[in-house]
């Protein structure tokens, strides 16, 4: 799930603020009041020089596993977050509902794996395209998906 995020996460851009006040940055990088602040965080997470990453532009499903076999076992959980990943912003801003965010995710996709067999139709495309709107990305809705119930069958 992780790895999914990171390659496709939910919004382009992170971290959305509003400058409340004028802000002058110790770089001498000036922040007027009214001006709002992203972070482009599908560019970064895909990024190799942004980001400490090898192959920054391939999925790979077993990325997290290596790395939660190191010292800080919860700093690359799917719902943490880290100065690094932006997936659900960070410090005292840190999405609360991140938690009930991973479970319910995670529950849904149990369900999905188990209770249904899924594929494309024949001669269908690789995977559905994004939809672009405004910074959110969400999958092409109008793609056709066969979708066959596994009731009755012993799993």
Request: hydrophobic share 35%; aromatic share 10%.
């Amino acid at each position: 799930m992780k790895e999914t995020l990171r390659m496709k996460p939910f919004q382009e851009a992170t971290v959305q603020r509003v400058a409340i006040s004028p802000y002058t940055s110790k770089d001498s990088l000036r922040i007027p009041t009214g001006i709002v602040l992203s972070f482009p965080n599908l560019r970064y997470n895909i990024d190799p020089d942004s980001t400490l990453l090898n192959d920054a532009s391939t999925f790979n499903g077993n990325r997290w596993l290596s790395h939660r076999a190191g010292f800080d076992t919860s700093k690359f959980q799917f719902a943490s977050t880290a100065g690094d990943v932006f997936d659900w912003s960070g410090g005292l801003h840190a999405w609360p509902g991140r938690f009930m965010a991973d479970v319910t995710i995670k529950l849904i996709l149990i369900c999905l794996v188990t209770r249904y067999e899924m594929k494309l139709p024949e001669g269908g495309k690789e995977r559905p395209t994004e939809s672009r709107r405004f910074m959110d990305l969400t999958p092409d809705t109008s793609m056709e998906i066969l979708v066959k119930s596994l009731q009755g069958q012993v799993s």
